[in-house]
T-cell receptor, first 115, second 114 residues
Framework: DQQVKQNSPSLSVQEGRISILNCDYT??????FLWYKKYPAEGPTFLIS?????DKNEDGRFTVFLNKSAKHLSLHIVPSQPGDSAVYFC??????????????FGKGTHLIIQP | GAVVSQHPSRVICKSGTSVKIECRSL??????MFWYRQFPKQSLMLMAT?????????EQGVEKDKFLINHASLTLSTLTVTSAHPEDSSFYIC??????????FGPGTRLLVL
């Protein structure tokens, strides 16, 4: 049972436009959400995160929106640049009180920025 | 951001041998480190949680006797794949937790068992 779902395996966007990557989750115990960017044969690079008590977090060109009632979050990248082409993973975490838990990842969305 | 290193980046070994992978947090102390595995075109799957000075916690379906984890210090965790077989070939990635917030990942280790 997949608790974090990224339903779009790939997304193609023109350079300069907005990229919107979506993520849905089923576990209401998740309290922290993260987005990572990953290239093949490399580890994920942290982009931006959001706590479950917030609905928006912004960092430069990256904004993450969280809709708790819909169990949905999205990552907006604007403007999109060629260097943004990569696989983007949505991840979620529970906090057990005894320490941080490992992350549950979605399957990723391959973002392709067209020149 | 915080820097996490892994060594080796790539290893090829014969079936039946053991392989050790090191994960280090370079500029911060990590009470908790995590080990993940990624098969081709799949997502990252959590294997185990490693806490400094205590036994690792393994996810369901991960054999603790096959994947030995040692978290000897606040900056070093090791994963040893014992008696490796071809089905253990995968991309192994560690991460280190910064005070219960963001996890920073190492560059990964590609393991190929012949």
């Amino acid at each position: 049972d997949q608790q974090v779902k990224q339903n779009s395996p790939s997304l193609s966007v023109q350079e300069g436009r907005i990229s919107i990557l979506n993520c849905d989750y089923t576990n209401s115990m998740f309290d922290y959400f993260l987005w990572y960017k990953k290239y093949p044969a490399e580890g994920p690079t942290f982009l931006i995160s959001i706590s479950s008590i917030k609905d928006k977090n912004e960092d430069g060109r990256f904004t993450v929106f969280l809709n708790k009632s819909a169990k949905h979050l999205s990552l907006h990248i604007v403007p999109s640049q060629p260097g943004d082409s990569a696989v983007y993973f949505c991840a979620a975490r529970t906090y057990s009180g005894g320490g941080a838990d490992g992350l549950t990842f979605g399957k990723g969305t391959h973002l392709i920025i067209q020149p | 951001g915080a820097v996490v290193s892994q060594h080796p980046s790539r290893v090829i070994c014969k079936s039946g041998t053991s392989v050790k992978i090191e994960c280090r947090s370079l500029d911060f102390q990590a009470t908790t480190m995590f080990w993940y595995r990624q098969f081709p075109k799949q997502s990252l799957m959590l294997m185990a949680t490693s806490n400094e000075g205590s036994k690792a916690t393994y996810e369901q379906g991960v054999e603790k006797d096959k994947f030995l984890i040692n978290h000897a210090s606040l900056t070093l965790s090791t994963l040893t794949v014992t008696s490796a077989h071809p089905e253990d070939s995968s991309f192994y990635i560690c991460s280190a937790d910064t005070e219960g917030e963001t996890q920073y990942f190492g560059p990964g280790t590609r393991l190929l068992v012949l």
